[in-house]
């Protein structure tokens, strides 16, 4: 594409704060003993994965280029001095000199064009390169040549799109929709915007969105109504779908649902003109949202595969005569987290969802798992308000599998097992047209 290669500039793919694992060959950058148990400095080593152990948010200094590692336990990634063969360590301040401020250098890009293996250092005050090092022994030292890392996110970003209004008026649509090949060179911003959608999607499947402008009082008026739920034993369950409350809030061929509209008058006292009014804000919003983002990753396929974006046959497929967009809210009874056998209990099952993507309202109660090239993980609003866009089978089958369809689950929690969980979530379906219908809800 003219004016717009994949190739990011350093880093600009990872949002400021987001959640990595740095891997070597098959081992991950870790905490030599547990940093959370410790206020001395924790040496570095690289490890099997275990414990979330080698988890770091990843800071980006604007006023240098440089980065700081935060570890999940609160220490910083520094030298222990700046001696050659001394260990890397987490500690839990920044260092009078500056040494968690690292330097990173690219080596190499991924098939879509975006930093994937990189090289970490430090510049001492004598201007040398002091590198993080893989020692025989497992320990990461202060080396003159460094190791290469993998970079990789280790849980879905939280994406501000404060300024970008996806979700306002109309005129942000046609704007994406018209943007031409000179993308890059016109609108910095949604060039990085666009290359830090396609990390998340190709990586884990599913990003947050955060500074998003929809209406909060919708969700907050469901949460009041459905809680709480009472609590069911395991053996008054048949199965994952007996263990919640489903109900429609409005779609696209139904209309308004009768059972969330009554449940909020008796429960809250909204009244059904209010509630309507409500949901049918929010849905037109969301709706506009998700046109805006799925534009947005239709660039980002186009720009990995260097083409210009009109030729992704699926662009603005979306928004044809078979679309079927649908508002549900989810409330999921409290109950035991283990069967008699001890095996985790699932409130819903494994599944792919049938859309072009979800965008997910959920509270901050856990039990939402998805499943990544990285493994299983856990995944919790970062902030109160943040959605969860996650890919579904129609996109899957759109994208010819450029995107896939996330694999995602619920299962009971401490927290649930005292507490109703509430979500809502926004699907952009498609019904049957024989090119680009997905299939319906997969299994995984």
């Not at 890397?88 to 930093?115: F, K, N, Q």
């Not at 993998?150 to 046609?174: D, F, M, R, T, Y």
């Not at 997910?360 to 919790?380: E, K, P, Q």
């Amino acid at each position: 594409m003219a004016g717009w290669h994949a190739h990011e500039l350093q880093l600009e793919s990872f949002e400021h704060g987001s959640r990595v694992v740095l891997q070597y060959k098959s081992q991950y950058l870790s905490c030599a003993t547990d940093p959370e148990s410790h206020s001395t400095p924790v040496e570095l080593c690289v490890r099997k994965h275990a414990h979330a152990w080698e988890v770091f948010h990843l800071h980006r200094h604007e006023d240098d280029e440089t980065v700081s590692l935060r570890h999940m336990g609160g220490g910083f990634v520094s030298p222990r001095s700046t001696s050659v063969g001394e260990a890397w360590i987490s500690r839990g301040h920044c260092p009078a000199g500056g040494w968690e401020r690292l330097h990173m250098t690219v080596l190499e890009h991924d098939e879509d064009g975006l930093a994937r293996s990189v090289l970490l250092y430090l510049i001492d005050t004598d201007g040398r390169q002091l590198f993080l090092e893989l020692a025989e022994d497992q320990r990461v030292v202060v080396g003159l040549r460094g190791s290469p890392w993998q970079l990789q996110l280790a849980a879905p970003p939280a994406l501000n799109i404060a300024g970008l209004q996806l979700a306002k008026h109309g005129s942000v649509w046609e704007t994406l929709q018209s943007l031409d090949d000179d993308v890059g060179a016109h609108n910095p911003r949604v060039r990085t915007f666009v290359l830090r959608v396609l990390r998340a999607m190709r990586t884990l499947g599913a990003f947050y969105v955060v500074a998003h402008g929809l209406p909060a009082d919708l969700f907050h008026t469901c949460q009041q109504a459905y809680k709480p739920l009472p609590y069911q034993s395991e053996a008054e369950r048949d199965d994952d779908a007996s263990r919640k409350v489903n109900h429609r809030v409005y779609d696209t061929r139904e209309g308004m649902g009768v059972e969330a509209r009554e449940r909020v008058a008796g429960s809250v006292g909204v009244s059904p003109g209010v509630f309507e009014a409500m949901a049918q804000q929010y849905f037109e919003q969301a709706e506009r949202l998700v046109n805006g983002l799925l534009h947005v990753m239709a660039l980002g396929q186009a720009t990995a595969q260097h083409v210009p974006a009109s030729d992704i046959a699926w662009r603005g497929a979306w928004r044809d005569e078979h679309a079927y967009i649908g508002l549900r809210i989810l409330a999921y009874h409290p109950g035991p987290s283990a069967d008699a056998s001890g095996a985790p209990i699932l409130s819903t099952a494994r599944h792919t969802d049938a859309t072009w993507a979800t965008l997910l309202w959920n509270d901050d109660i856990d039990g939402l798992h998805i499943r990544t090239v990285a493994g299983d993980m856990a995944v919790v609003p970062p902030v109160a308000g943040a959605l969860l866009m996650n890919a579904g089978n129609v996109l899957q089958r759109a994208s010819a599998g450029f995107f896939d369809a996330v694999c995602h689950w619920v299962v009971r929690t401490a927290a649930t097992e005292r507490s109703t969980r509430v979500s809502m979530p926004f699907f952009y379906d498609r019904s049957d047209d024989g090119r680009f219908w997905g299939g319906g809800t997969g299994t995984c």
